[in-house]
């Protein structure tokens, strides 16, 4: 174990004082040699951002001899592409992200930093996974995530992921007696409805706050994420990372839009 | 045309002032009516952020019959949350982003806001294009997208876009007699190569600008967008939003992962 001791890049969105990311290191310190990388400050929403117009800057906050933990004024995506290219001398073995307070499920992966983080790992063909616990309070009860991760990620290591696959995972809020077991499922097809949510200025005109609901598209369907979480199991969706539309490239090809194809 | 005038939702990332914004709403303006809503400062590799822990603001800063500009100072996905459910009385026919003063190909499409705002159209079921061209100079000439993007646009609203799917096309920056005609093609499996370069700052330490190179994974394909677009031919990726990786669910069904599973 000592000689090949899996290297486990970790990082976040809700900043590295988060309650998820301490305990989403602790569950998986043992596997091997653990190194820290997250934001100083909340960055959920952040999505796939990257930080190219500010300079970035980290620093070492603590480390021992297998634990090494470091902050950046950067986003998620920034902190793995430090941690990969710039702080870290080896590649790591594989990415952990989160534990994210809040889901990530259905469209949220578009917005999610959490997620853009394990796909950035993906995109450097690093097994990743983005773990999401559906509890958005700041002193969310983890503990029962605890046996799922260390088996997903021990899985993880040793059967590896395929080319361009990283796993959104999700845990249900509830105590771990509750809890049914895994499945294996899809990303539900469903966005958010949006609402402003108008204030006043006290010196005059006004802003907004965003917020919303969410809804589903499809409410019937029971091989989804969102349907998963919801009915009291840890979800997975194996996700990738080419979003072309396969199905609609004959379709395409039939329209008039070659305007210039004569000059070929 | 005066009753059933299309309207014509219209976002970039480079900014309300940026050339390809206005470019592209004066390419399509006699076809309905235009609403502008668009970023107050560029927000450029800002992918799907949105605002939540600040308020946004918007206001109108021009406006004749068929023509509204609207800036605001969140991202582009915010931009078009606003203006489909906060600004706009009707559901636009269309919605339009970029013209990107620089290219979205392959893995950019992760970290583009241009891209992003198209999807968050396609989320909420409107037929949604991003425009992008291959040059990033504030200067750009946009003079040879013109009629590509008018029959694009026009054959968007006469023909639709399947559900869940909008497009990402891309223009090479070349004159129009030199560009070859629309190439129909997939998402090139590329990432990018990180490098950060070391700056010293006045005060003591050091801080890093992200800077890095492209690489392709598969440097021979013919049938990607890259390659399309370097071989002077404008390309169009149907962009899909479901990232569930469907060939790997089998194989994940196949790990040891169901550890409560026997609780079912």
Redesign the interface.
């Known amino acids: 174990m000592t000689e090949n001791k899996p290297l486990i890049l970790i990082t976040n969105d809700d900043g590295v004082d988060a309650k998820g990311i301490k305990f989403l290191a602790e569950t998986v310190k043992d596997f091997g040699k653990v190194v820290v990388v997250a934001p100083a400050q909340?960055m959920?929403?952040?999505?796939?951002?990257?930080?190219?117009?500010d300079?970035?800057?980290?620093k070492l906050v603590s480390s021992t001899e297998n634990f090494e933990v470091y902050v950046c004024n950067g986003t998620p995506?920034?902190c793995i592409?430090?941690g990969?290219?710039?702080i870290m001398s080896n590649v790591p073995s594989i990415i952990l992200s989160g534990i994210n307070h809040g889901p990530n499920l259905s469209?949220s992966?578009?917005?999610s930093g959490t997620m853009?983080a394990a796909?950035?790992g993906c995109?450097?063909?690093i097994p990743s996974i983005g773990f999401s616990l559906d509890d958005f309070s700041h002193n969310a009860d983890f503990s029962q995530t605890r046996?799922?991760i260390r088996?997903?990620v021990q899985?993880t290591l040793e059967?590896g992921?395929?080319n361009?696959?990283c796993l959104?995972v999700n845990f249900p809020a509830k105590p771990?007696?509750s809890?049914?077991?895994?499945k294996?499922v899809?990303?539900l097809?469903g966005?958010?409805?949006?609402?402003?949510i108008q204030?006043e200025h006290p010196h005059g005109?006004?802003?907004?706050?965003?917020s919303g609901d969410f809804i589903s598209m499809e409410p019937e369907a029971t091989d989804t994420d969102t349907w998963a979480v919801e009915n009291g199991y840890v979800s997975?969706?194996?996700?990738?990372?080419?979003?072309?539309?396969?199905?609609?490239?004959q379709?395409?090809?039939t329209?008039?839009?070659?305007?210039?194809?004569?000059?070929?």
């Open positions: 909340p959920s929403a952040q999505s796939h951002a990257i930080t190219v117009r300079p970035l800057r980290y995506v920034d592409k430090l990969l290219h710039q469209a992966v578009f917005y853009a796909i950035e995109l450097n063909q046996p799922y088996q997903i899985q059967q992921l395929a361009n696959v959104n771990e007696a809890i049914k077991g895994v294996i899809r990303q097809h966005k958010w409805r949006e609402e402003f204030r005109g006004h802003y907004y706050w965003l997975i969706v194996p996700t990738q990372l080419d979003l072309t539309a396969h199905h609609f490239i379709n395409l090809k329209w008039n839009l070659n305007v210039y194809e004569e000059k070929k």
